[in-house]
């Protein structure tokens, strides 16, 4: 019976070093907290609050940019995204293959997605130039006929911009299905062959099952990563012609540019019913 009241006497030295880290850990983590309070919950806060009032969302649903700024957004990620994920599978099938040339061009296949967005954007730009830009110049020495304006179009500015948007983001996710399809055990693919089995029906029974859940959840996190996508958009059109071809990520711009803060907020508090569904199913894909 004393040795059984001897023994949490016995233990609480042994439970002060872990309390002590305990400590400590906790007011490490203090520092982390101030700045995610002061950088993310305080610039999110406020601007929720400037976007507390309902004239806000009244004037912006007056305005007709908006409406169509929400079509091109849907537009946007429907035919962008949607494109952008088929090239990335077919793709990583393709850098699959262990030919020296293959591995050379996956090489040069990185380098849109690992240069900085400004320079090549622009770029592309003044390429699309009408006056002076090398693609009308190469149409008028070809044909002896001016090229088009290019960007004076909305429904060509905002191709361009969907167009952008696929080169510079296609590598990453190209990455993330071949890293998926290394995870298929060679095993399955070499008795598909040998009972038969076309490219196609190797495809449609081996890798799709395996890389279904990791296409669609890549899928999903591009479409929100696109809503915030600004530089596709702003750096190629600026928005123009007249306002549309912005998006909900470029439309903010443009309302701060004209001083209308309070309209600038609401425009983005408007993209959280597309957001949040997608944060939501991604996260119960995650979960299981």
């Known amino acids: 019976m004393s040795q059984a009241a001897a023994l949490p006497i016995e233990d609480a030295p042994a439970n002060r070093p872990s309390r002590s880290w305990e400590f400590w850990g906790r007011v490490m983590v203090v520092p982390y907290l101030l700045i995610f309070a002061i950088f993310v919950v305080y610039p999110v806060g406020y601007g929720l609050w ?25 537009v946007f990620l429907v035919v962008a995204i949607n494109i952008k994920m088929v090239i990335a599978m077919v ?25 900085p967005s400004i320079p090549t954007i622009l770029s592309v ?9 090398v693609i009308n110049t190469l149409i008028y020495k070809l044909t002896g006929l001016d090229g088009p304006n290019w960007l004076n179009d909305p429904t060509l500015a905002l191709s361009f911009s969907m ?19 290394m995870s ?32 669609l959840t890549s899928t999903i996190l591009s479409m929100i990563w696109t809503l915030g996508d600004f530089n596709s958009v702003y750096l190629l059109t600026g928005g123009g012609p007249a306002d549309l071809t912005h998006v909900l990520a470029t439309l903010g711009i443009r309302y701060l540019r004209l ?25 119960k894909r995650l979960s299981k």
Do not use: C
């Open 91 to 115: 793709l990583s099938g393709f850098f699959m293959q262990t030919r020296w040339w293959i591995k050379a061009m996956s090489v040069l296949f990185i380098i849109p997605w690992a240069v």
């Open 125 to 133: 730009r003044f390429m699309l130039n009408p006056e002076w830009g």
């Open 50 to 74: 400037l976007a507390r009032h309902p004239e806000s969302y009244v004037k912006l649903f007056a305005d007709p940019i908006f409406f169509r700024t929400a079509i091109n957004t849907v």
């Open 259 to 283: 001083d209308q803060v309070d309209l600038a907020m609401a425009s983005i508090v408007v993209a959280l019913p597309l957001v949040l569904p997608l944060v939501y199913f991604m996260m």
């Open 184 to 215: 298929i055990p060679a095993e399955q693919y070499e008795a598909a062959s040998v009972d038969g089995a076309t490219t196609w029906q190797k495809f449609k029974f081996i890798t799709w099952p395996s890389m279904r859940t990791l296409y």
């Open 163 to 181: 167009l952008m948007h696929v080169w510079k983001s296609l590598p990453f996710w190209t990455l993330i299905l071949i890293a998926g399809r």
